[in-house]
């Protein structure tokens, strides 16, 4: 085996690690499931991985939304806008408070499976002007495709080897892996969350 690359570039998945927004996701899409007269129990809205795009969830809570594009866009709409109206429900988590130090030595990305609201979330933590590059799945196919992780990469103009993505849940992992990036799965609610970071990387 060659020598290991040193770390240039820390990609992170943004809601279950640098920001805590379950309960924000979860609110909004009973929500909206709610203005629309769909069944809204809170139990099944819970299971639903936030990993998934809205557009998934939405047709998984309401099967038929795969056969009415017209009404699904109307949801998703609205769903927009009470993520916008109900940004103070996300939560920075405690390895948001690192982010300002790794920017000084690392270029940092932000790949996420939101679209615009993924940018109104690194601006609600106060973390907007550290990421270099953010990736949504407005640019690429949301995860598990690697395609968001690639453009990170080729945009912070470093190899896959040169950089160490940072996620929460199973999508994460998959699509770090087929893009060659070291993975490492971290919780924002599990304690010693910003110590596992900060060890991962120092081991590069």
């Known amino acids: 085996m060659g020598a290991q690359m040193t770390t240039k570039a820390i990609i992170f998945d943004i809601d279950g690690v640098l920001a805590d927004s379950r309960e924000a996701v979860v609110h909004n899409t009973i929500e909206v499931l709610t203005e629309f007269g769909f069944a809204a129990l809170r139990k099944k809205v819970e299971g639903m991985s936030s990993a998934h795009s809205a557009e998934s969830v939405l047709?998984?809570?309401v099967p038929m939304l795969a056969g009415d594009q017209k009404l699904l866009k109307k949801m998703?709409?609205?769903?927009?806008?009470?993520?916008?109206?109900?940004?103070?429900?996300?939560?920075?988590?405690?390895i948001a408070g690192i982010v300002p130090g790794l920017?000084?030595?690392?270029?940092?990305?932000?790949?996420?499976?939101?679209?615009?609201s993924a940018m109104l979330v690194l601006e609600k933590l106060g973390l907007s002007e550290y990421f270099k590059v953010v990736v949504t799945s407005s640019d690429a196919p949301p995860k598990p495709d690697p395609k968001m992780i690639l453009i990170a990469l080729e945009k912070?103009?470093?190899?896959?080897?040169?950089?160490?993505?940072?996620?929460?849940?199973?999508?994460?992992?998959?699509?770090?892996?087929?893009?060659?990036?070291?993975?490492?799965?971290?919780?924002?609610?599990e304690e010693g969350a910003v110590e596992k970071i900060l060890l991962e990387i120092a081991r590069r």
């Open 156 to 189: 912070l103009g470093v190899k896959a080897e040169e950089a160490i993505f940072f996620g929460d849940n199973l999508e994460d992992l998959q699509a770090g892996r087929a893009a060659g990036v070291r993975t490492v799965m971290v919780n924002c609610e």
């Open 76 to 94: 998703l709409l609205s769903l927009s806008k009470a993520t916008v109206k109900n940004i103070g429900l996300v939560k920075p988590a405690k």
């Open 103 to 116: 920017s000084r030595k690392y270029a940092l990305a932000a790949a996420s499976n939101r679209k615009t």
């Open 59 to 61: 047709i998984a809570l």
